[in-house]
């Protein structure tokens, strides 16, 4: 079946570094969606993608969808101690597929 | 404007009882997805329901464990005979319309509900 892949599945980070967490799927994707889950909390939807090639920003955070829409990045530059949490990926071919998920820890 | 509202927040049950989540999506919002959690896990797509309709339950397994949105009420995720494999938190999102290929809805996510099997 389909599946979508994220990796690292743990970063640790000294406040300030630059993280970059990857998404990739078996299968060709209408769109994406990333969202972010704090510790103990749920998720929270950040952004969608759906062109091919597409960039978009969100102040210290930059996120792209690959030219064949297979896979996707997310970037926080200077990270800080409030980015602290998981980023997952969903993909979309029918029901939305999430990764398992990249969890961030920023010592400050 | 309230978000997604799911009760209880933390469950727990004995093995071999049932557990009984509710979920109330946002207003205006007709579409709803449960989700299973494990820890240090990802989201698990598990049923997708409309109102009065179950659309999609392939992430559902077969026993045990049904759903069911009425006209009037919230969703409820039901699972019988509550096993210890079952213990995680289970998510409820919705969406103003069909999330499906080419939508462009995200899904606003409950504060999930944590299951405990003793």
């Known amino acids: 079946g389909q599946q979508v892949m994220q990796i690292p599945q743990y970063q640790h980070v000294q406040e300030g570094e630059d993280f970059t967490t990857y998404c990739n799927s078996s299968t060709t994707l209408s769109n994406i969606q990333w969202y972010k889950q704090r510790p103990g909390g749920h998720p929270v939807f950040l952004i969608q993608?759906?062109?091919?090639?597409e960039v978009k920003k969100q102040k210290r955070l930059t996120f792209q969808f690959g030219e064949a829409k297979k896979n996707s990045s997310l970037h926080i530059t200077a990270t800080q101690t409030t980015d602290v949490g998981t980023y997952f990926c969903a993909g979309r071919a029918g029901n939305l597929i999430f990764g398992k998920g990249t969890k961030l820890s920023v010592k400050p | 404007n309230a978000g997604v509202m799911q009760n209880p927040r933390h469950l727990v049950r004995r093995r071999g009882q049932e557990a009984r989540l509710r979920c109330s999506p946002m207003k205006g919002h007709s579409h709803v997805y449960w989700y299973r959690q494990l820890p240090e896990e990802g989201l698990k797509f598990m049923v997708y329901?409309?109102?009065?309709?179950?659309?999609?339950e392939s992430g559902m397994p077969k026993e045990r464990f049904s759903a069911e949105f009425p006209k009037e009420g919230p969703s409820i995720l039901r699972i019988q005979q509550v096993v210890r494999g079952d213990s995680a938190a289970y998510f409820c999102?919705?969406?103003?319309?069909?999330?499906?290929?080419?939508?462009?809805?995200?899904?606003?996510f409950g504060p999930g509900t944590r299951l405990t099997v003793t």
């Open positions: 999102a919705s969406s103003p319309l069909a999330v499906g290929s080419g939508s462009l809805y995200e899904q606003y």
């Open positions: 993608l759906v062109k091919s090639g």
């Open positions: 329901l409309q109102k009065e309709n179950i659309i999609d």
